[in-house]
């Protein structure tokens, strides 16, 4: 699995980013800076990391969005590479255009930093297949702006597409109020676009990959990426 | 020639800033206060004197970054 990081000022989990996937792929990503207008040849994997690229100003990841190396993500997911845009990477596909929707100010207005459980919705996709449809797995947000909102058009096309794919939920699996930490629609989490090669999810899955982390539940995800290369090879 | 760019949050948006500074004002005690939605205004000069091109290149630049059309509306004014 050959991936790149998109590198924005301001971005802080890149180097996680990185460290994760070569620890679950074997390979070292390509670092691509914002203002390159070219991914490497042969590219399997974009990933847009978290942070907070030009320090969240305007609105989270606007700026970002319009950066040249944008032109290239667009066009590489256009063609049905596969995206895995993370916490700011998630706004910053939004704001692109690459995927619907809105990440809002929190319901709380507090900047969250924990632990969540999410229910992952399917596991017949690229960026799942690690996991069991129903699984709940446990990994870490780190965000002000996570309050996902969609006009109701939206919300019932991603519904009734099957293109939510993690949701905020209660250590066993339930969708409750009380568990939705950042106010978000449907207690979203992480969604897919049409064709299904661009997600985009608020909490970090690189950041529960190794027992010295505590947990290893957001390997899957990776490891779901690997398996999905080497069946297509 | 200056102008101005006002961007609001489109009715029906939430706006969790702006129901905490409506908050913080009826704490205050300010009185006649029935709502607060919190927007965004970039003061932006002009160069040339053509109205009519400032005004287009205003509204690009607001379709294009200022405002996120999914959830916000923006006004455009050229104030001389």
Known sequence: ????????????????????????????????????TALPAGTDLVVIPGGFSYGDYLRCGAIAARAPIM?????????????????????IACEAGLLPGV?????????????????????????TRGYNAGQVIRIPVAHGEGNYIADGETIARLEGEGRVIFRYSSPDGIIDPN???????????GIINERGNVLGLMPHPENHVEAAMGRTDG?????????????AA | MKARVTVT??????????????????????KGVASVRQGKVFDIEIEGGDRAAAETALKNAAEKLLANTVIENYRVEVTG
């Open chain 2, 9 to 30: 949050l489109k009715s029906g948006i939430l706006d969790p800033q702006g129901k905490a500074i409506e908050g913080a004002l009826k704490s205050l005690g300010v």
């Open chain 1, 1 to 36: 699995m050959k991936s790149a990081v998109i590198v924005f000022p301001g971005i802080n989990r890149e180097r996680d980013m990185a460290r994760a996937i070569k620890l679950i792929s074997g390979r070292e990503p390509a670092m691509v800076w914002h203002a390159d």
């Open chain 1, 71 to 91: 032109d290239a993500v667009r066009a590489f997911a256009a063609n049905r590479g596969l995206v895995l845009a993370v916490c700011n990477g998630f706004q």
């Open chain 1, 103 to 127: 990440l809002m100010r929190n319901a709380q207005l507090r900047f969250i930093c924990h632990d969540v459980h999410l229910r992952v919705e399917r596991s017949d996709t690229a960026f």
């Open chain 1, 219 to 231: 390997r899957g995800l990776f490891a779901g990426l690997v398996d999905h290369f080497k069946l």
């Open chain 1, 179 to 189: 568990w939705n930490h950042n106010g978000a629609m449907n207690a979203i989490a």
